[in-house]
């Protein structure tokens, strides 16, 4: 059985910077496409970024210069790490995680951006 849990949201004002880490556990051959995905309130979920098993990171064009995503296939990790936050990145954030062909998602934590 596989877990997948994030950890690392808070309470942060403008211009701040937070990282995320989530983390899969479990039985596990193989990773591939890891990614980040954040719910506004109110709002459907929108996809953030993507790390490939190729190395390639690709980004949403709203966060686009300001969030970095990597990974560490070592302990199944995928990281967000997020500066310069603004207001409107207030939200849940849940990873997505290939895990053998079949995607897993957390539960998300929370992040919120004040003003």
């Known amino acids: 059985q596989v877990q997948v849990v994030e950890s690392g949201g808070g309470l942060v004002q403008a211009g701040g910077s937070l990282r995320l880490s989530c983390v899969a556990s479990?039985?596990?051959?193989?990773?591939?496409?890891m990614g980040w995905y954040r719910q506004a309130p109110g709002k459907q979920r929108e996809w953030v970024a993507t790390?490939?098993?190729?190395?390639?990171?690709i980004y949403a064009d709203s966060v686009k210069g300001r969030f970095t995503i990597s990974r560490d296939n070592a302990p199944n990790t995928v990281y967000l790490q997020m500066n310069s936050l603004r207001p409107e990145d207030t939200g849940v954030y849940s990873c997505?995680?290939?895990?053998?062909?079949?995607?897993?998602w957390g539960k998300g934590t929370l992040v919120t951006v004040s003003s």
């Open positions: 997505n995680i290939q895990i053998d062909d079949k995607d897993y």
């Open positions: 479990g039985s596990i051959r193989s990773l591939n496409t």
């Open positions: 790390s490939t098993s190729y190395g390639y990171r």
